[in-house]
């Protein structure tokens, strides 16, 4: 058997892709957008490094003794393994707090520390120089919070006492954190290729000797934004988008494949079984998944039983107007006799006629009596009442036929049913078995069924018939009055409470073995 998957699983794997795309996207630009902020926190750690030791070297150059200059710093930074090395690892998140923009530094209530400003003028054409090539914001202050130096020339001699970067900085601590930015035209150092960005990463660096702190290196710059950070990779970009979309293609490609073909030919074959076109109506040939290659198996199966139907169907009405249309036209014309000639009639010759018609009207009661049973059996419920089957077959003793029952035989049919069923079936025995004939029916219990045989000791059924006899109509006995209806009614009716009837051949006559569901 060819395995196939179900929808369930093609649709779970479809989701699972989109998922993992979306996942996958979200994740990507989410680490862009982490990168682009630590590369600029990178950047401006390293500048700050190098500006904290030549700061650093400025001010020891001026100290007679540099173990009482300056702060005690209570935090130092963290250590990497070797003791002699005290690195600076980037660790900004694009989605860390975002503190709101400070309000512009006042002018410092107090004079700067001689030392440091003697120092920071020293580095000032450094400082500008470098502001220009990395487009950072750079400000050197002493421990007082004063700015000593800075490439925008306007904080000079104020101060950042209150900021919190500084004040932890000033405990020996290297400070990264995100501020809001507010455009502001004369922030020309700032602004540049990352101008639209609503972010700002501030770095504050303390320089520190001697477990004090000498002073403190601050650098702020914008980040590029992720949409310019894009448009610069757009190469790069371009052809991962062109592999996704490839992807995705290969999705809806696969997809088609496996359901959307199958579901078109499902549709053909659909109106291929409205049309009544039966080599259409046959399953498709490759339905890929379960669920469509069994619904294709049982719209075949749908088609082949409608069409059976509709065989039957045609061929009973047939039947049925065949078997109406001969004794309605016997009558028609013995009542077209006696209208026109009854005086020229004898008595005997008019009973005759009566005799005749009579015969026919009660022919074709038992043919309407047996249709309505036929027609009740195919509808019959499968939820059936249980009979008392050992009683019934009692029922058929009479002076022909000889009744073997085992006791308390009770099965899932109703008691009518059974009843009709095998009267039918000795009423054949009696009808062509012979005037001499025995019948005898012989009930017992096998299990999780009730069998019962009729059987005769008559001449038994041809070879030829043997095929045809449960067929509607088909009788032997048409001459004396039989309908034809009689086994297929059984049939019928057994069927539809999942009983049976076949035809068995024993040495001598007929026999019938009817099985049903013990109660």
Do not use: C
Not at 6 to 22: D, E, I, N, Y
Not at 240 to 255: D, E, H, N, P
Not at 356 to 371: C, F, G, M, P
Not at 415 to 434: I, R, S, Y
């Amino acid at each position: 058997m060819t395995w196939r998957p179900r929808l369930w699983m093609v649709l779970a794997a479809v989701a699972v892709v989109a998922m993992v795309a979306a996942i996958g996207g979200l994740s990507i630009v989410r680490f862009y957008d982490d990168q682009l902020v630590r590369q600029t926190e990178g950047e401006l750690l390293a500048q700050g490094a190098v500006l904290s030791e030549v700061f650093a070297l400025q001010i020891a150059q001026r100290l007679e003794d540099e173990n009482t200059y300056g702060v005690v710093a209570t935090v130092q930074r963290p250590r990497a393994a070797d003791p002699t090395l005290t690195p600076l690892v980037p660790m900004l998140r694009a989605n860390d707090p975002v503190l709101p923009s400070p309000p512009p530094a006042p002018p410092a209530t107090q004079a700067p520390d001689p030392i440091a400003k003697d120092a920071a003028l020293a580095m000032g054409s450094l400082v500008e120089e470098v502001s220009k090539t990395t487009l950072a914001g750079l400000r050197l202050v002493d421990v007082n919070g004063v700015v000593l130096t800075s490439s925008q020339e306007d904080v000079v001699g104020h101060s950042v006492e209150s900021r919190v970067e500084f004040q932890r900085a000033l405990t020996g601590e290297a400070v990264s954190l995100l501020r809001e930015r507010t455009p502001d035209p004369k922030d020309s150092a700032l602004e540049g290729l990352s101008r639209s960005n609503a972010i700002r990463v501030v770095v504050a660096l303390p320089v520190v000797r001697h477990g004090r702190v000498w002073g403190v290196v601050m650098l702020l710059r914008t980040p590029m934004t992720l949409a310019k950070a894009v448009y610069g990779d757009r190469k790069s970009l371009g052809a991962t988008t062109a592999v996704l979309l490839a992807v995705i293609a290969l999705v809806v490609l696969g997809l088609s494949i496996v359901v959307v073909r199958p579901v078109r030919a499902l549709v053909k074959q659909t109106r291929a079984i409205a049309s009544g076109d039966v080599d259409g109506s046959r399953p498709i040939p490759s339905p890929r998944v379960a669920e469509l290659a069994e619904l294709s198996v049982s719209l075949a199966s749908m088609a082949a039983l409608l069409d059976q139907r509709a065989k039957y169907i045609q061929g009973f009405t047939s039947s049925v107007s065949h078997e109406f249309k001969t004794p309605l036209a016997a009558m028609h014309g013995a009542i077209e006799l006696l209208t026109d000639d009854h005086d020229a009639l004898s008595p005997e010759q008019r009973m005759k006629f009566l005799t005749n018609i009579r015969a026919d009207v009660d022919r074709l009661t038992r043919l309407v009596e047996r249709l309505l049973l036929l027609a009740r059996a195919d509808v019959a419920s499968a939820n059936a009442e249980i009979a008392d089957v050992t009683s019934i077959v009692r029922q058929l003793e009479q002076p022909r036929v000889r009744i073997t029952s085992d006791e308390a035989l009770r099965a899932k049919i109703p008691a009518d049913a059974l009843k009709a069923t095998l009267g039918h079936l000795v009423e054949n025995g009696l009808k062509h078995a012979g005037p001499t004939a025995t019948i005898d029916v012989k009930a017992t219990r096998a299990g999780e069924r009730i069998v019962i045989d009729v059987s005769d000791d008559g001449p038994g059924i041809s070879e030829a018939n043997e095929t045809r006899i449960f067929e509607p109509f088909f009788t032997t006995a048409r001459a004396t009055g039989g309908t034809g209806l009689g086994l297929s009614i059984a049939a019928a009716l057994l069927k539809a409470f999942s009983g049976s009837v076949t035809l068995a051949r024993p040495a001598r006559g007929a026999q019938f073995h009817v099985e049903v569901r013990a109660a």
